[in-house]
Nanobody, 123 residues
Framework: QVQLVESGGGLVQAGESLRLSCAAS????????MGWYRQAPGKQRELVAA???????NYADSVKGRFTISRDNAKNTVYLQMNSLKPEDTAVYYC?????????????????WGQGTQVTVSS
């Protein structure tokens, strides 16, 4: 079992910043892509940003230039620095981590979701 613990959400005003963190723990052998998704009320969950094990990142057009994703491989942690926040960024943010974990002496693939953290941006 791989557990993801998110932190860093909150209520801010437009133009302010927040930093989200997501730490993975468990019988992890390796982690491939780590990403952040968000889901606003009445909308589908969407990809915000993702980063590969090699450090290559991609972003949704709506957050390019404002958000930065990074990871600390030694800590199995992914971060999302969110600057110049807008009211339309309001959503529940979820981290997603994929890789391989140890089960009964064998490495098998896994994909896990965090519990979600609320980000609210007031105008």
């Amino acid at each position: 079992q791989v557990q993801l613990v998110e932190s860093g959400g909150g209520l801010v005003q437009a133009g302010e910043s927040l930093r989200l963190s997501c730490a993975a723990s468990g019988s992890i052998v390796s982690i491939n892509t780590m990403g952040w998704y968000r889901q606003a009320p009445g909308k589908q969950r969407e990809l915000v940003a993702a980063i590969t094990s090699g450090g290559s990142a991609n972003y949704a057009d709506s957050v390019k230039g404002r958000f930065t994703i990074s990871r600390d491989n030694a800590k199995n942690t992914v971060y999302l620095q969110m600057n110049s926040l807008k009211p339309e960024d309001t959503a529940v943010y979820y981290c997603n981590v994929g890789g391989r974990r140890l089960i009964g002496g064998s490495a098998v693939g896994f994909a896990s979701w965090g519990q979600g953290t609320q980000v609210t941006v007031s105008s």
